[in-house]
């Protein structure tokens, strides 16, 4: 089954006055490329996040976003940083001294100072943080990877749609093809007729001419193998893995095909077909670029 790097996930869970909500969100990417928002205090948690993310996604573009709300009994306390509060005490009597200020040093302007005082929050348990965390974690990736797999599912029912066109064409250019080389004697045949006259048509060097243009415009190998690529794709789409770099090699190897039958085709109804299946090639490319 494949899989789109497009989706959303969101998970919450609440606990010993604690709530957690981890958000996430990807986008097609050609690597994995995981960008995390969240509160300091997680940073130690970080590594462990990663790694369970990154078992269940392979590309794409993931940000996520952790919010932590206290609603019990936490502590925080006022700190005061007596080393620093000394130092502006003594700055202040240095200037008033020497400019000959009469003001007093007050409480209200030394508490204004920045850093002075500050608040410090108890520290909280990691372990049994990553507890609550680990589940709001969970769901929000098995959300994400449930939403990748049924656009992933979309994106394979319409490819094979495209390939099944493709397929038509093919048999449509291969069945033209059979003509081309016999239409091709008959116009020599009667040009070169309307060019000689009475004079006879010298049939070995037709033959020969014929012979070199259906050498120059034979399609069949190409033909063999853009339809063995098709069913390649088709059989890859159906793999339990991140296909998403293998489908784009076969897409290349179908459109160098289609690209060789087009410089060798001399008739209109053929080029039009091999336009035809080029474009949907380039549609199939574009919805490759979000497949995992």
């Known amino acids: ?52 993310i990154q078992q269940k996604i392979n590309r794409g573009k993931v940000d996520m976003f952790i919010t932590q709300m206290n609603f019990g009994n936490y502590t925080t306390k006022a700190v005061l940083d007596e080393k620093l509060a000394d130092s502006y005490v003594e700055c202040l009597n240095k200037i008033r001294e020497k400019y000959n200020i009469k003001a007093d040093i007050s409480l209200d302007l030394i508490a204004k100072f920045p850093d002075v005082i500050t608040l410090k929050k108890e520290e909280d348990d990691l372990e049994n943080t990553w507890k609550y965390l680990l589940q709001a974690l969970n769901d929000a990736v098995s959300m994400l990877v449930n939403m990748r797999e049924k656009e992933g599912e979309k994106l394979r029912r319409n490819m094979i749609q495209k390939c099944d066109h493709i397929e038509s064409l093919m048999n449509d250019i291969e069945n033209r093809s059979f003509k081309i080389v016999e239409e091709y004697r008959e116009k020599l045949s009667n040009r070169l007729k309307d060019l000689l006259g009475k004079c006879p048509v010298d049939e070995n060097r037709l033959t020969m001419e014929v012979a070199l243009f259906a050498d120059k415009s034979c399609i069949d190998e190409e033909i063999v193998r853009l339809n063995s690529h098709i069913i390649q794709f088709k059989e890859t789409l159906d793999v339990d893995e991140p296909v998403g770099r293998k489908l784009d090699f076969i897409l290349q190897e179908m459109n160098r095909e289609a690209n060789t039958i087009a410089s060798k085709s001399t008739n209109l109804e053929v080029t039009q077909l091999i336009l035809n299946v080029k474009n949907e090639i380039e549609k199939i490319r574009e919805q490759i670029q979000n497949v995992e």
Request: with cysteine; hydrophobic share 35%.
């Open 1 to 52: 089954m494949i899989k789109s790097m497009t989706g959303f996930g969101r998970g919450t869970v609440e606990g010993e006055g604690q709530s957690f909500t981890v958000e996430i969100k990807s986008v097609n990417h050609r690597y994995c490329d995981l960008n995390v928002k969240m509160p300091k205090s997680f940073m130690p948690l970080e590594d462990r996040m990663r790694k369970v």
